[in-house]
């Protein structure tokens, strides 16, 4: 059974810094792509973050960029987001996913979500 | 970044009723489309992929069309499970974007 399971979130002042973590596990963790995905309180879904199944490639969404960072150890079968200079805007639930992709098929898709981790920006 | 929309925000129905929501992408897409649902304090549920594949052990009452830049989600037959959320999500650029949600209430 595939598990994704969060950890790190907290309260932490604007300016601050907080480490996240994912511990994956029921598949094989280095041939699946990972994703941050966040939902500030009361809104809609936001796709943060991936990186690739052996780490050398990252992308963010345009808001984080220089100032979160993923990264992810195969042999520990973990994700983190490096969150830093954080805003009250960066207050939200953050997901680690799952990412399934088979270009060939158009099939791109996040099939496994954790249950989240709440990041509170505030004095 | 493509832009997703979604309509109507917020929909009343009834159990047994068929339901449908739109998404509309701001280019073409093809059919990287995939179809979320999510209820109040749970994580996101995939649902159907590609457009119009239902994720396994979905229900066949939920149903996914369209292609480029128009979708739709039609529920057939409405159940109580089925008052939630609903997100598309655009899987063709980098920045994979979500619709801003549509809440299916009673």
């Known amino acids: 059974e595939v598990q994704l399971v969060e950890s790190g979130g907290d309260l932490v002042q604007p300016g601050g810094s907080l480490r996240l973590s994912c511990a994956a596990s029921g598949f094989t963790f280095n041939s699946y792509s990972m994703n941050w995905v966040r939902q500030a309180p009361g809104k809609g879904l936001e796709w943060v973050s991936v990186?690739?199944?052996?780490?050398?490639?990252?992308k963010y969404v345009d808001s984080v960029k220089g100032r979160f960072t993923i990264s992810r150890d195969n042999s520990k079968n973990t994700m983190d987001l490096q969150m830093q200079n954080l805003r009250a805007e960066d207050t939200a639930v953050y997901y680690c996913v799952r990412r399934v992709q088979k270009w060939s098929k158009q099939e791109d898709y996040f099939d496994h979500w954790g249950q989240g981790t709440l990041v509170t920006v505030s004095s | 970044d493509i832009q997703m929309t979604q309509s109507p925000s917020s929909l009343s129905a009834s159990v047994g009723d068929r339901v449908s929501i739109t998404c509309r992408a701001s280019?073409?897409?093809?059919?990287?489309l995939n179809w979320y649902q999510q209820k109040p304090g749970k994580a996101p549920k995939l649902l159907i992929y590609a457009a119009s594949t239902l994720q396994s052990a979905v229900p066949l009452r939920f149903n996914g069309s369209g292609s480029e830049t128009d979708f739709t989600l039609t529920i057939d037959s409405l159940q109580p499970e089925d008052f939630a959320t609903y997100y598309c999500q655009q899987s063709y650029s980098t920045q994979k974007t979500f619709g801003q949600g549509t809440k299916v209430e009673i």
């Open positions: 990186i690739s199944g052996i780490g050398d490639e990252k």
């Open positions: 280019e073409s897409i093809s059919k990287y």
